[in-house]
C-alpha cells in the first residue's frame, strides 16, 4: 500500500480561481515533506520542502501546510494561470535520500 | 547553470530488443538516482550511486536491468532485454549529497526518457 495518498485525482479550474489538493501520508518518522510539479514531458520540479516542525510554506502563489498530528499536507494555489496546468506530487522523505511519492493530483487550468 | 540532461527523450523499441538510457548530472553533484515512473504514478527508485557506488539497487530487478556510474558523473541505465511492461518514463536526478539535510539531498530531476515497447 503506497504510504503517500494524494487527492483529488485531478481537478479542472478556471484560470484565476484558487484550489487546494490533499495528501495524507502514513510514513513516521519522516525527514521532510516535499511537493513538486510535474509538467507533461518534464521532470519534477520542487515548490516547497518542510520539516516535520514547520507548518507552512509559501512559494509565490503556492502555500503548502503540514499537520504532523493528523499526517495531512495540503497545497493551496492561488489566481491560477494557466502554466499551472500539471501534476503536482506530495513526496515523503523517509531519510536522507529514499522518498516515497504520491501518485499526484493533475490539475488544468482553462481560460 | 545546466540541469539534469537526458536522452534520448523518447525511445521506441520491440520487446527483446536492448536499450540504453543515458544521464548526466548538474555539475558537482555526487549523488545519482534512477526512477520509473508509470502513467499516473509517481516515481519509484529504481538505484542510487554515491559517486561511483552503486549504494542502493534493491529495487532493480538485475535479471534484465542494469546501469553504471564509471567516473562517478554521468551514468547509463540499460535493460536487456525489454518486456512490454518496461513501457514507462525513466527519470535521472542527481542531489548535492544523500545527507546533511533539505539542501543538500534535494534532488533535481531531468527531464525523462519515455521508453515505449511494442
Known amino acids: 500500500k503506497n504510504q503517500v495518498e494524494q487527492s483529488p485525482q485531478s481537478l479542472i479550474i478556471l484560470e484565476g480561481k484558487n484550489c487546494t489538493l490533499q495528501c495524507n501520508y502514513t510514513v513516521s518518522p519522516f525527514s521532510n515533506l516535499r511537493w513538486y510539479k510535474q509538467d507533461t514531458g518534464r521532470g519534477p520540479v520542487s515548490l516547497t520542502i518542510?520539516?516535520?516542525?514547520?507548518n507552512t510554506k509559501s512559494n509565490g502563489r503556492y502555500t503548502a501546510t503540514l499537520d504532523a498530528d493528523t499526517k495531512q499536507s495540503s497545497l493551496h494555489i492561488t489566481a491560477s494561470q494557466l502554466s499551472d496546468s500539471a501534476s503536482y506530487i506530495c513526496?515523503?522523505?523517509?531519510?536522507?535520500?529514499?522518498?516515497?511519492f504520491g501518485a499526484g493530483t493533475t490539475v488544468t487550468v482553462r481560460a | 547553470e545546466a540541469g539534469v540532461v537526458q536522452s534520448p527523450r523518447y525511445k521506441i523499441i520491440e520487446k527483446k530488443q536492448p536499450v540504453a538510457f543515458w544521464c548526466n548530472p548538474i555539475s558537482g553533484h555526487n549523488t545519482l538516482y534512477w526512477y520509473l515512473q508509470n502513467l499516473g504514478q509517481g516515481p519509484e527508485l529504481l538505484i542510487r550511486y554515491e559517486n561511483e557506488e552503486a549504494v542502493d539497487d534493491s529495487q532493480l530487478p538485475k535479471d534484465r536491468f542494469s546501469a553504471e556510474r564509471l567516473k562517478g558523473v554521468d551514468s547509463t541505465l540499460k535493460i536487456q532485454p525489454a518486456e512490454l511492461g518496461d513501457s514507462a518514463v525513466y527519470l535521472c536526478a542527481s542531489s548535492l549529497a544523500s545527507g546533511g539535510g533539505g539542501f543538500y539531498n534535494e534532488q533535481f530531476f531531468g527531464p525523462g526518457t519515455r521508453l515505449t515497447v511494442l
Open positions: 518542510m520539516t516535520f516542525s514547520e
Open positions: 513526496v515523503v522523505s523517509l531519510n536522507d535520500y529514499k522518498l516515497s
